[in-house]
């Protein structure tokens, strides 16, 4: 008998519910909807794919994601601005040491790109790409990091963002107490799939290299300054192209096979990436380093 999709939807979702409401108990969590499957390959490291294969698992609906070194989660104030006193950031030794100049306030455009739920009996859904303003700054008291967002960043993009923070400058060697990070988002962002992004926005305004206007980007950012796999990158590819971008970096944990072929019916290039480092390189043209 052939298996009802509705149903197995119905069931899906109904057993994400019950894994939240039995499963989950660390408040510091949040949960983020991602279309992503794990293939198993014998001798061989699971490979990520967007496109639902024989032998493949999904990649749990709920999917869990936790930042690094955020204690304890971060709250917001009425205007939908993070709190900067609930954010504690280990500063290696040498980082400390380091004697650090005051700098203005850079500000600069991240593409970003986002989509929707899919529709029942659709393998797509909607997409959007808009244009977020970063702007990073000094903070002359060394009590930071102040994170600040606006109330279109929700709670998922907020951890990805903190994360990205951390993860950032400690690439390129600053002290994350001294310093201000701000985005402004004009459209509700919620996920992790822009934390490569903006993880490539902090590091290139910290060491002053600006972003190629042709790129854009989907893919998550670790502690470990991995980029990993996300879902639904055909629909991001979609609103890449809505922006006019003609080259897109994405994760290279991914089945990307199919993606190069839409890339190429879109006039999009890929490019694969697997660090921050490899993600900077290739959004930036520059090595990613330390600040002098």
Same mark, same amino acid.
């Given at each position: ?152 960043? %929700? ?8 994360? #990205? /923070?951390?993860? *950032? !400058?400690?690439?390129? @060697?600053?002290?994350? +107490? ?10 509700? %962002? ?8 903006? #993880? /490539?926005?902090? *590091? !290139?305004?910290?060491? @002053?290299?600006?972003? +190629? ?80």
């Amino acid at each position: 008998m052939a298996e009802d999709p509705l149903n197995r939807q119905h069931v899906q979702r109904l057993a994400a519910l019950l894994f939240l409401a039995f499963g989950v108990n660390d408040p510091s969590l949040d949960v983020v909807w991602a279309d992503t499957w794990v293939c198993p390959r014998p001798g061989q490291a699971d490979l990520y794919t967007d496109r639902e294969y024989p032998g493949c698992r999904q990649l749990g609906e709920a999917k869990m994601y936790s930042p690094v070194m955020i204690f304890p989660a971060p709250k917001s104030s009425p205007g939908g601005h993070l709190s900067a006193n609930s954010i504690s950031s280990d500063v290696p030794p040498q980082q400390q040491s380091r004697k650090l100049s005051p700098f203005s306030d850079v500000s600069l455009s991240l593409p970003l790109l986002s989509v929707g739920q899919n529709t029942v009996g659709s393998i797509t859904g909607s997409w959007t790409g808009f244009v977020a303003q970063l702007i990073v700054g000094y903070k002359a008291d060394g009590k930071g990091p102040e994170i600040l967002g606006d109330s279109n960043l %929700l709670p998922a993009s907020a951890h990805s963002f903190h994360t #990205a /923070v951390v993860v *950032a !400058s400690r690439a390129v @060697g600053y002290d994350p +107490r001294y310093l201000t990070v701000r985005i402004l988002v004009p459209s509700r %962002l919620n996920g992790p799939s822009a934390g490569g992004m903006f #993880a /490539v926005g902090i *590091a !290139s305004a910290l060491l @002053g290299d600006p972003i +190629r206007q042709e790129v854009c980007m989907s893919g998550t950012i670790e502690p470990d300054a991995e980029i990993h796999p996300v879902g639904r990158l055909v629909d991001k590819m979609n609103a890449c192209r809505d922006l006019r971008k003609t080259t897109m970096i994405v994760p290279d944990g991914l089945d990307n096979s199919h993606l190069n072929f839409t890339g190429a019916e879109r006039s999009i290039q890929l490019i694969q990436v697997h660090t921050l480092a490899e993600a900077y390189s290739a959004a930036t043209g520059q090595a990613l380093r330390q600040v002098p």
